[in-house]
């Protein structure tokens, strides 16, 4: 189960709300005080209308999309054709839409924004979890997030196959260079993280082998493996090996399509990967309405 679902059950009340709040916040911007393009339409007007994918994509959001309908107009139906986390191809048909013109076109961009952001972040993850596809490896995101879509971005990576580091900074500890900086060194730091009694994941954050040397021995049961290069994660997994604490280990920093799947093999456990929800590029969808 990854964190996310620990949180929000899919299908549970809890998942349910942060879909409404988070489309709630949406609607409110973009609608503001009316929709005065709406107005030219007739009141009474109804249409169907379909969303096509234009690219190759990992599909994810549609519950976000239902709920802008629906938050807009009640009585909107929504009709898909595929599943939540399914792969589908270009010009592909994904969903038909039946209500009142009005509605349907207010809700139409905020529900696309979260359909083409979401399944974004799933397609992304998916490249990355089929590229270390036969490892012992799991791919990971991190905190670099779209403001207000964080647990969005979170659920949309588990969709395409990925693992939530940890949801934000209630969620766990992770140790970095600061925190050893403003503390004055590995052990001290690690001391006041088990003394916090906080029954929360501990991870350290080293640069270094020097630095999983002294993480070890502080007893860090997690650690965090900074830009280290294939040839010193190697190095680092031999070490962590040997060490009377052996830790999970996890590579971050510079990591691309290209060389993932080189450094799952160096046998670290996870893979953090910020690109996941901090580049993602919108995928191409549209909304065409028919009389």
């Not at 999983?212 to 493996?225: D, H, K, R, W, Y």
């Not at 962590?240 to 280990?249: F, G, R």
């Not at 399509?257 to 160096?266: F, G, H, K, P, Q």
């Amino acid at each position: 189960m990854t964190l996310f679902n620990q949180y929000y059950p899919l299908g549970s009340t809890a998942f349910y709300e942060l879909v409404r709040s988070q489309v709630q916040v949406a609607l409110d911007e973009d609608i503001g005080t009316g929709d005065l393009t709406a107005q030219l339409i007739p009141a009474s007007q109804r249409v169907s209308a379909t969303i096509t994918v234009r690219e190759n994509a990992v599909i994810c959001g549609i519950d976000w999309v239902n709920a802008c309908f629906k938050q807009v107009d009640a009585n909107v139906s929504i009709d898909w054709f595929i599943a939540e986390g399914a792969r589908v191809q270009a010009d592909q048909v994904l969903c038909e839409i039946t209500g009142l013109a009005r509605s349907l076109l207010t809700a139409e961009r905020c529900a696309l924004n979260f359909l083409q952001t979401l399944s974004a972040t799933a397609t992304e993850t998916r490249k990355y979890a089929d590229a270390i596809a036969g490892t012992q490896c799991q791919i990971l995101d991190t905190r670099k997030t779209i403001p207000n879509l964080r647990l969005a971005q979170k659920y949309a990576v588990t969709i395409g196959g990925g693992h939530n580091q940890r949801l934000a900074l209630y969620d766990g500890i992770l140790i970095k260079e600061n925190h050893i900086a403003a503390t004055g060194s590995i052990s001290a730091v690690m001391q006041q993280a088990f003394a916090l009694g906080a029954n929360k994941s501990i991870q350290i954050e080293v640069e270094n082998l020097h630095q999983l040397q002294e993480a070890l021995q502080a007893g860090a049961t997690s650690i965090l493996l900074d830009n280290f290069s294939p040839d010193i994660l190697r190095e680092a997994v031999k070490v962590n090996k040997h060490s009377n604490t052996v830790a999970i280990l996890e590579a971050s920093g510079g990591i691309t399509l290209e060389n993932v799947r080189e450094i799952a093999l160096t046998g670290v456990d996870r893979i953090s990967v910020g690109a996941l929800t901090k580049n993602v590029r919108a995928v191409d969808l549209s909304m065409r309405v028919k009389i």
